[in-house]
């Protein structure tokens, strides 16, 4: 049975009118448009990869891409701070985490915070060809499980701090929050800060007020992404790690706060908390 150019277009316009009158399904397929670019992105340039593998440029082109992808849809970023990245030595940079759209903001901060990378769940490396892809730029990948390959994989970490001044990107509250307060921070991203007596850079992003899952709403915003200047962790030891976590954590919350009040007024969103 085949679908005549007639039955096609008139599918065309029922999506679009669908897509146009509903918010649900508007939602919902700027969510799948986002998902399917994002691994094309990154899948796309793995043959140019090849030729420098494990090497943090090779994620540079699909960053690009997410960048502008998102902004077609509607999800655009402010950079603010810049002038806090020491680029000549490594660090932890820890951000909140609101959605899956989080990958515009690591798209947004990998070319300019140098020798970026991240680490992943060990599960990841096995989603071909993704996996290929995040292995090829670097990413560290973790067996949550095994607590002997953690602690492995910290002291790896630790090494690619201070031997390759790479800059580790983490979201400490370690699963998505979209509240007025950030979740509370895991202990693991300070570990490596601690063990490898590196600077923390916190990065810290506006509120999506565009952005309402419940309530199934994506529009289009203006957001904001600013880093902060670095906290050192030289002379600190373990037992320093609760006073550290409550340190950032407090500052990143007061910064949260500011910058989700002026996001309302640059998205001229009047908000009933």
Known sequence: MTTSNGELLGLAVMAFFIITLSTTARYYFKFF?????????????VPLMLFRPRDYRNALIPAYLCIGFGKMLGASFTVRGKENINRNHGGIVLMNHQSAL??????????????????AKKEVLYMFPFGLACWLWGTLFIDRQNRDSAKSVINKEAKAI??????LLFFPEGTRGNGDKLLP???GCF???VESQAFIQPVVISKYHFLKSKAKIFNRGQNIIKILPEVSCAGLSKDDIPALMERVQKMMQREYEQLSEESLSIN???EVH
């Not at 448009?33 to 340039?45: E, H, N, Y």
């Not at 201070?162 to 800059?167: G, I, L, R, V, W």
Request: hydrophobic share 50%; charged share 15%.
């Open 33 to 45: 448009c986002f998902i399917a670019f994002s691994v094309v992105c990154a899948v796309g340039p």
């Open 102 to 119: 989080d990958l515009i903001v690591l798209a947004e901060l990998w070319p300019i915070m140098g020798r970026s990378t991240v680490v």
């Open 162 to 167: 201070n031997e390759k001044q790479a800059k």
């Open 185 to 187: 921070f895991k202990k």
């Open 191 to 193: 570990h490596v800060a």
């Open 268 to 270: 001229n969103i009047s």
